[in-house]
């Protein structure tokens, strides 16, 4: 009988880097994590990687064989296969074929985390089947991911998909690009703790987030308050969403992709997001664009959303899923 | 011998039709042109279409074969083939093939204009041998052609693409469209008028334009003005392209293109529109795109531009260019 064949899905974060072994279907049968140790050198890291890939693969005995592997990790250029000057990594640039090749003479990929997130929908989540979508991850930061005829755009450059860094207010919000009004610094946790930090300032309401110390404010807390109904945490992501929707209408005029998903952390706060989202969305797009835009949730359930993402884009490498065959 | 094969390529605007022949080198060898008579039904035009065309293939006596069409019109749908409620004409839905059936047994193909422009400049023009760039069609209105991984950017609904319909100022001008602050509104001959009327009611300086009667004057008297130095005209033009630069870095930050091509008549004002343009666009960029664009005039010469790039179209659905063919 043939061995299992296994595409190894990596996400390295600033923090802490996840691994997991994940078939053609998605399925994730061996995962682990481990500190990703930025401020040791690149080597260092991809040699601690390859010994718990290793250990992963022994653990599940014979019988499968490890095909492809593909990364999903801040500044990763999927042309270049490199990362280049990684936010909270000491790594200045990493030639990832280069790092692994002692290791595995396999296939490899890289790409950012949300073009990661975009190919794990397209495969295993909300946008099975679709050919033109759009995946905006909301964490920290905002990420995007841009399918359009089946594939990752990718641009000339490698990094396309920038939609943190659109303009959402001509000298708005000061960004960590250096520019300013930038979309992530509306709509994002961050953003939304500076939208909350400027209505705490100006409001004198009873919202129970003036009790927040606001160096422990956190989106979560935000969250929770609007859950209880606090009526400025509400109005923060009422604002977070109308900030968003407004420039998703934009880049529909850009694409027209037939869903949009939401992705990551802050997404997870739901209709109190989604709804002033979908309502700036509907109300600024133009016409020939009203009704043909669907805006979901991840359809990636459990704790693996980013192993599948990028075990995701080492399947698209090598060409095996079968939607990737029958589009060829 | 084989018969040399030809395209039909065909422009239908709103007062006037231009059609040509034209080989897979982009060489049109015969051309004509006829009212579009846009009050008659769609029917009336098609029949009319194909008397002209059939003269036109006359005229090259024996050893030429017709082998597709290719059509850009207003409104006009790629994947649906059709053309809906287009501006200036009394059609209100054409199915195109249905209509050109009677007439011709070979594959049609229609997109809209700025579509049918981007085809032209991959095929004959500017972007020969690119993969990602974005032609703006600077007329009347603002129209965009996308081109990501060498194809057509068409979208889930065949309409992606309308860059005039991004909003490059919250609450700004009012648009055709019913919304307000739509890039066209800014950027394109009219928005153009509508700085230089702007100007003309808050300015007290000696520009010459202030002698025009405000129902006289075009983009061409502006432009004019512009080259005699006239600072109202030159400060129009300032405005016209820092609106469209920062816009257009936006459209970098999704698709990542090698190059932007700016087309049609207001592109032809050459430096006055494309300095300004240029500085907004590099001003604006996120860092990763710094350096990382070309804005190109068209490279397609002559009067021919809009035959050919709907004749791109024909050829395009044929897959017979070679640049085609390599790509599959």
């Known amino acids: 009988m043939a061995n299992l064949g296994l595409v190894l899905g990596v996400d390295i974060g600033g923090t802490n880097t996840a691994m997991g072994l994940v078939d053609r279907e998605g399925c994730c049968l061996a995962s682990a994590s481990m500190p990703t140790q930025g401020d040791q050198p690149a080597a260092v890291f991809f040699q601690r990687l390859h010994v718990r890939a290793q ?25 270049k296969c490199t990362i280049e000057n990684p936010p909270n990594l000491s790594w200045e640039f990493v030639d990832i074929q280069a790092e692994l090749a002692p290791y595995f003479d396999i296939p490899v990929a890289a790409t950012n985390d949300a073009n990661a ?30 399918v359009v005829n089946g594939e990752l755009l990718y641009g000339s450059t490698g990094l396309a998909g920038e939609l943190g860094h659109v303009i959402a207010e001509e000298d708005g919000r000061l960004c960590g690009c250096g520019r300013r009004g930038c979309l992530e610094t509306y709509a994002s946790a961050t953003g939304l703790l500076r939208t909350v930090s400027d209505l705490l300032d100006c409001r004198d309401s009873a919202s129970e ?3 927040v110390p606001r160096t422990e404010l956190t989106a979560r807390r935000v969250f929770e308050a609007a859950q209880r109904g606090d009526e400025l945490a509400l109005e923060a992501f009422e604002f977070t969403g109308t900030m968003l929707g407004r420039k998703l209408a934009d880049a529909v005029a850009f694409s027209s992709p037939e869903a949009i998903i939401l992705f990551g952390g802050l997404a997870g706060a739901g209709p109190v997001l989604f709804d002033p989202t979908r309502k700036a969305l509907e109300d600024n797009l133009f016409r020939v664009f009203k ?38």
């Open 209 to 211: 987030l003036h009790a």
């Open 55 to 79: 250990a992963l693969l022994d653990s599940l005995g014979t019988g499968v064989e490890l095909l492809a592997i593909g990364i999903g990790a801040p500044n990763a250029n999927y042309l």
């Open 117 to 146: 997130a975009a190919l794990g929908e397209l495969h295993f989540g909300a946008a099975r089947g679709l050919r033109d979508f759009i995946v905006i991850t909301l964490g920290t930061g905002l990420g995007s991911g841009i």
């Open 291 to 328: 009704g043909t835009v669907k805006l979901l949730p991840s359809g990636i359930q459990g704790g693996h959303a980013a192993i599948l993402g990028a075990s995701a884009l080492g399947w698209d490498k090598l060409g095996k899923l079968s939607q990737h065959v029958e589009h060829r």
